[in-house]
């Protein structure tokens, strides 16, 4: 019937919208990318600095994690 139809899709979006937060908070407390939470134009500032810093262009995690 309809109302199980319902609560079943309900349930279904919760348990879907669950898993995406779940996936989005492990990938930004990952230790391997620290940076993966940041947005891109953070990512950019931060090469950018180290440019600055190092007098060099350096391949980072950064670059390993955009």
């Known amino acids: 019937d309809y109302q199980s139809l319902r609560i079943g899709g309900l349930v279904f979006a919760v348990v879907l ?10 990938a930004c407390c990952s230790d391997s ?3 993966s939470c940041r947005a891109p134009g953070d990512e950019e ?3 950018e600095n180290l440019i ?3 007098g ?3 391949t980072g995690a ?3 994690c955009s």
């Open 56 to 58: 060099k262009a350096t």
């Open 52 to 54: 600055t810093s190092n």
């Open 33 to 35: 990318c620290s940076s």
């Open 17 to 26: 919208f669950t898993v995406g937060i779940l996936l989005i908070l492990s």
């Open 62 to 64: 950064a670059a390993a």
């Open 45 to 47: 500032a931060q090469a």
